[in-house]
């Protein structure tokens, strides 16, 4: 079982995940070029996706989308409301689009789509359980208590780590955009990634700190806060790995 973070960050999203024999993408945020080559790397086939998850309609996790489904004619699953909001919605072939409101069987795995906070028209984290459970949860503004327990019992976990908030607030960007992303439906920071973790019941053994921002975070800040306070809270066992903009970061699970 495989997880592979094909991109993450604001300038394009898409996560593999192989699981019992099957092959999922979710979201399409890079060119659907950059997706075949990355999955060629680690020894995937573009044609053998089962299905792509898409978790809201903004850009970075929809940009491969239309040239995707036109190309191979793969499955794409999404909330009703986030398909009619897609830039490229008429782009995209009828017959691949499948909207889900709570969850769908794909093979021998279950893939629940669980609400988030963000601007965005109705978006979804997903949980992929076949043995074990792989949850992806970026471009979350807050963490509740039902959104945590959506997250409970993952073994490996997607989780965003977007901005270190003093770097964000004495950054470039204009207020109104710092006032978005420090918001109830913008992004998680360091330090809110970090007490999710703490306050889980059953934790992850690895997760893939994602959606890292270039201008308001740091790779080795973001992995310090997130280390310290699960060190602080006497978290053990838990891996942390960094996802990347450019490359391609795996894990097997």
Partial sequence: MQVSVLASG????STFIEMEGSRLLVDAGISARRIKQELSNIGQ???ELDGVFITHEHNDHIKGLATLTKKYGIPVYSRPETFRAMS???DIPQ???????????????????FGIPHDAADPVGYSITGSVKCVVATDIGFVDSNLRRELESARVMILEANHDVD???NGVYPWPLKRRILSNRGHLSNLDTAWTLVHL??????VLLAHLSESNNLPELAMKT?????DQQGVKNMELILTAQDRCVSVDF
């Fill in 201 to 206: 019941k059953q934790k992850p053994q690895k």
């Fill in 45 to 47: 086939a573009i044609e």
């Fill in 88 to 90: 490229c919605y008429r």
């Fill in 226 to 230: 997130v280390r310290q306070i699960l």
């Fill in 167 to 169: 770097m964000l607030k």
């Fill in 95 to 113: 017959e691949c689009i499948n909207p889900i409101m709570d969850r769908v069987r794909i093979n021998k795995l279950t893939v629940k789509a």
């Fill in 10 to 13: 604001s300038k394009g999203n």
